[in-house]
């Protein structure tokens, strides 16, 4: 039997739940591919999948009966990752070996975290962007398609003005790149310390939220974007246009994507209208060290980890 290196997330809690352990390395079954994966991405998602901490308790009971009431029911967490294709059952068309992809692992089964991951041909997988590496592609899709969802929600539209809050965060950081691409006017809200790096992404204003009080600000939006789901509602009310709209990542659902909107994504990147932004990358070995970064609430753009280095 076939072993590999995994994650295994023995119960709900901080990052010290993370365990590395040897465990069967999975085989393709009909119509599956097995992806050996080269870079996994450390998410808000994923950090409140493993400490199970979501916004709202009470709606979250439905979600805990799914993924596990005690512990984890699939032990091996994660999301999104690249990696390339090692194998495929003899059903499969759409892939081949040795192509490098991105992919999400599916709702409720995840299995990122680890050296090799089966997936349906039919889940969000998608060609690497051939311009990028494994981990600048695998720190694209997350907020990248989490921003493309509320974007749309927003109705965004060219010449329209967008407030982003929370700036410099995974949906934040993409929020801004696909605002400009929709030939928005954005003013970005973050703290100090980010303002230089967040201004070269695309934006035309920046107010610092340690220094300025959202409600001194004179201007009026089309569209007011809370991509870290801490604005107050009531300065929403003040900073918005008669007819403009609010989007908030913990407030306005769930962000659903699929191949489509992944390719649009690749499309872009390949373009140069989408940049990876990565603050952190971190071995396998140091899964803990990044999960208590990303739960720190302050990362820019996004964490990443290094698999099977060549
Ligand atoms: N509904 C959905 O489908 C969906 C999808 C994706 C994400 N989400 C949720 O969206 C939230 C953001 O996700 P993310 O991955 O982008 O988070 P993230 O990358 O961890 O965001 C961190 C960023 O937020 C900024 N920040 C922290 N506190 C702030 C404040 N008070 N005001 C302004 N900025 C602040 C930090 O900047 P400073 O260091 O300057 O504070 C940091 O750069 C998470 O709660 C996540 O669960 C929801």
Same mark, same amino acid.
């Given at each position: 039997?076939?072993?590999?290196?995994?994650?295994? !997330? !023995?119960?709900?809690?901080?990052?010290?739940?993370?365990?590395?352990?040897?465990?069967?390395?999975?085989?393709?079954?009909?119509?599956?591919?097995?992806?050996?994966?080269?870079?996994?991405?450390? !998410?808000?998602?994923?950090?409140?999948?493993?400490?199970?901490?979501?916004?709202?308790?009470? &709606?979250?009971?439905?979600?805990?009966?799914?993924?596990?009431?005690?512990?984890?029911?699939?032990?091996?967490?994660?999301?999104?990752?690249?990696?390339?294709?090692?194998? /495929?059952?003899?059903?499969?068309?759409?892939?081949?070996?040795?192509?490098?992809?991105? $992919?999400?692992?599916?709702?409720?089964?995840?299995? $990122?975290?680890?050296?090799?991951?089966?997936?349906?041909? #039919?889940?969000?997988?998608?060609?690497?962007? *051939?311009?990028?590496?494994?981990?600048?592609?695998?720190?694209?899709?997350?907020?990248?398609?989490? $921003?493309?969802?509320?974007?749309?929600?927003?109705?965004?539209?060219?010449?329209? /003005?967008?407030?982003?809050?929370?700036? &410099?965060?995974?949906? *934040? /950081?993409?929020?801004?790149?696909?605002?400009?691409?929709?030939?928005?006017?954005?003013?970005?809200?973050?703290?100090?310390?980010?303002?230089?790096?967040?201004?070269?992404?695309?934006?035309?204003?920046?107010?610092?939220?340690?220094?300025?009080?959202?409600?001194?600000?004179?201007?009026?939006?089309?569209?007011?974007?809370? $991509?870290?789901?801490?604005?107050?509602?009531?300065?929403?009310?003040?900073?918005?246009?008669? /007819?403009? #709209?609010?989007? &908030?990542?913990?407030?306005?659902?769930?962000?659903? &994507? *699929?191949?489509?909107?992944? #390719?649009?994504?690749?499309?872009?990147?390949?373009?140069?209208?989408?940049?990876?932004?990565?603050?952190?990358?971190?071995?396998?070995?140091?899964?803990?060290?990044?999960?208590?970064?990303?739960?720190?609430?302050?990362?820019?753009?996004?964490?990443?980890?290094?698999?099977?280095?060549?």
């Amino acid at each position: 039997m076939e072993k590999m290196k995994a994650i295994i !997330t !023995t119960r709900y809690g901080s990052p010290e739940v993370l365990q590395i352990k040897e465990v069967e390395k999975p085989h393709p079954r009909k119509n599956e591919v097995l992806i050996q994966v080269r870079a996994i991405a450390v !998410t808000s998602g994923d950090c409140r999948l493993r400490a199970f901490n979501p916004p709202n308790l009470i &709606s979250s009971i439905p979600m805990r009966l799914m993924i596990g009431i005690f512990k984890p029911r699939r032990p091996i967490q994660g999301l999104w990752l690249a990696g390339v294709i090692e194998e /495929t059952a003899e059903s499969v068309n759409q892939f081949k070996i040795g192509q490098p992809v991105y $992919a999400r692992t599916l709702d409720l089964k995840f299995g $990122a975290n680890a050296e090799y991951v089966c997936l349906p041909e #039919n889940a969000i997988i998608g060609l690497k962007p *051939g311009s990028l590496t494994f981990e600048e592609a695998v720190s694209i899709p997350f907020g990248g398609l989490s $921003a493309l969802h509320f974007l749309k929600k927003s109705n965004i539209n060219k010449g329209d /003005t967008i407030l982003i809050y929370g700036a &410099s965060g995974s949906v *934040g /950081t993409s929020a801004i790149q696909l605002a400009n691409y929709f030939g928005a006017e954005v003013t970005a809200v973050c703290s100090t310390e980010n303002m230089e790096w967040v201004k070269k992404l695309g934006v035309d204003k920046t107010i610092d939220y340690k220094k300025e009080q959202l409600t001194n600000c004179k201007d009026r939006f089309d569209i007011v974007f809370d $991509a870290v789901g801490y604005i107050d509602r009531s300065v929403v009310k003040r900073l918005l246009k008669p /007819t403009g #709209n609010f989007v &908030s990542v913990i407030h306005s659902g769930h962000a659903q &994507s *699929g191949v489509k909107e992944l #390719n649009f994504l690749t499309d872009l990147v390949e373009k140069g209208q989408l940049k990876p932004v990565i603050d952190k990358c971190y071995s396998f070995e140091e899964m803990i060290e990044a999960h208590r970064y990303v739960d720190k609430g302050h990362k820019k753009g996004n964490v990443v980890i290094k698999v099977n280095e060549k």
